[in-house]
């Protein structure tokens, strides 16, 4: 795996971190790299659970080149809350992100599209390892 370290603790859904629209950010702010969304019933669960692919309530793994960017709005959480409408309390996300890997450059030179390739093996080969642990694909997955 590229980088560093792995997944961060799961953060409840509310309280991710955004990019504000009031003020500018440089364009390397953001990061690349990997996302988990997981549902938990109990927020303690969440909260005492060390976040990983192989957790059986992942309900969906992702790769981004701008990890703050991309949960600014969400197309599956826009379904999970058509799934378990009122839940929204229920959702978690983790991320694993490269600090050198910059947002901004991650497709416009040739060691960034290695890097954006990279990052795509790494979420095939996650959700390959989930599926074969739990014998199926995590619930939001297509």
Known sequence: MPGEGGFGRWIKWERRVRLSHDWDVRRDFDHAGLYLLGRFEGTDQALQSEATHLHPDVIYMGMSKA?????EWHEKVARYRLLFPGELGSLFHATWHFNTWSSWNLDRTPAGKVKRVTL????GRLISEY???FGRLPLLQE
Do not use: G, M, P, V
């Open 131 to 133: 599926a074969n642990t």
């Open 120 to 123: 795509a093996a790494e979420e």
């Open 67 to 71: 990890l703050i960017r991309r949960s």
